[in-house]
């Protein structure tokens, strides 16, 4: 069995040299045939290749934790449209490159959401990067030479999903700004982003106050793109002030 088991494993199939014996001992308790045994093993190991290839694609997609949109309280926004955060959840906006724009004040939801979308496409079978805007560039900005910037440049462009959060929490010189464009071009048409700000466009030229390039910056992320906008006040801060009373109870006791 110990040969049997590294010949196994020598041509790709360590699932079912791992679940050997269990596996030797299920088919005759069960008297399968050997076309029977056969079907078990390939549906067996094409379960744990997809189960390894999520993983994988969730630990390169430096997603974290989040919260399931089962929880998100659509009742507390003054205003979110619904059906368009349900059907950007189906993807369909990755099929023509497509963006979807998360615009809201903070304390909304809007990261938990582009945190769901990201997880979707990765339950799905698509890579997808979850990141900052500003870990992105103070990434790109760090880069000793332009063979070593374009490089990372091509490794956020070539993200089937790259999704960019918090936009607009932090201004940014005109060399971030040309870097965040060139992220942008590299993508438009291409590749599809999910992008969250807390800012309207018509404010992003204060988030890169001396930058030639905004409005082109602009122009490629809404030219294919569902924008959604939350208005509302902050969870957060309902949720502290709902937690007053409990702590003022404590602190009597």
């Not at 010189?173 to 965040?180: C, F, K, W, Y």
Request: glycine share 6%; hydrophobic share 45%; charged share 25%.
């Amino acid at each position: 069995m110990t040969t049997l088991t590294e010949s196994l494993k020598a041509i790709g199939l360590a699932h079912t040299a791992a679940e050997l014996d269990d596996l030797v001992a299920l088919a005759t308790k069960r008297r399968w045939n050997a076309t029977q045994l056969l079907e078990h093993i390939v549906e067996a190991e094409q379960r744990a290749r997809a189960q390894k290839s999520l993983e994988r694609r969730i630990g390169r997609s430096k997603l974290g934790g989040f919260k399931p949109l089962a929880d998100f309280d659509w009742n507390w926004p003054r205003r979110i449209d619904r059906d368009a955060v349900e059907a950007a959840m189906q993807l369909d906006f990755l099929d023509g490159a497509r963006n979807i724009v998360l615009v809201a004040p903070q304390g909304l939801g809007k990261t938990m959401i582009a945190q769901n979308i990201a997880h979707a496409a990765l339950l799905a079978g698509h890579g997808a990067l979850f990141i900052t805007a500003a870990q992105m560039l103070l990434d790109l900005g760090g880069q000793e030479s332009a063979r070593a910037l374009d490089r990372r440049l091509r490794y956020y462009a070539s993200r089937p999903l790259l999704c960019l959060d918090e936009i607009g929490y932090l201004s940014y010189d005109a060399r971030n700004a040309d870097l965040l464009f060139e992220v942008v071009s590299r993508r438009y048409e291409k590749r599809s982003l999910v992008l969250t700000t807390n800012l309207a466009f018509s404010d992003w030229p204060t988030i890169f106050p001396n930058a030639a390039c905004t409005t082109a910056l602009i122009d490629r992320v809404v030219h294919h793109a569902d924008i959604i906008a939350i208005e509302g006040d902050s969870y957060r801060r309902r949720e502290a002030q709902a937690a007053k009373p409990s702590r003022r109870a404590k602190a009597r006791a």
